[in-house]
């Protein structure tokens, strides 16, 4: 079954824009997930490297998908109140691996924070994000 296929409710669906930025799960326990991603020539900018916006996005769905991994009930809406990106090292088009994990959770609100590193370990950008959970 294709990620399309499945429902919003299923903790395993991923979003269509996570389908975009091609996003292949590698493993998830609660708080905290690992992702690989590949960027194509579509994800440049005009200096060959991969376009902030791109990261920023992928670093959303990493903090994202690591608070959706803490909550009980499938399908409870989250969204993200505050994205905060820095950019720290040179991302090429390829694979970009990305590591996320919750940092805190209250009931309503949880703040988690992402890695996304090139495939030689390098960082390419960190960010940490805030997120509201509906009930």
């Not at 040179?90 to 703040?111: M, T």
Request: glycine share 12%; net charge neutral.
């Amino acid at each position: 079954m294709s990620d399309l296929e499945l429902h919003p409710e299923d903790q395993e669906w991923e979003s269509p824009a996570a389908v975009t930025l091609g996003k292949r799960v590698i493993s998830v326990e609660p708080g905290r997930v690992k992702a690989a991603y590949h960027a194509g020539d579509n994800f440049l900018n005009r200096g060959g490297r991969i376009y902030g916006g791109f990261l920023a996005a992928m670093l959303d769905g990493l903090c994202g998908h690591a608070v959706r991994s803490t909550i009980e009930v499938p399908g409870t809406p989250q969204v993200t109140l505050e994205l905060k990106t820095s950019f720290v090292g040179r991302a090429d088009k390829g694979e970009l691996i990305g590591e996320g994990w919750v940092r805190h959770r209250g009931k309503s609100i949880a703040f988690a924070e992402a890695e996304l590193r090139r495939p030689d370990g390098e960082i390419v950008a960190k960010g940490s994000a805030t997120f509201k959970i509906d009930k």
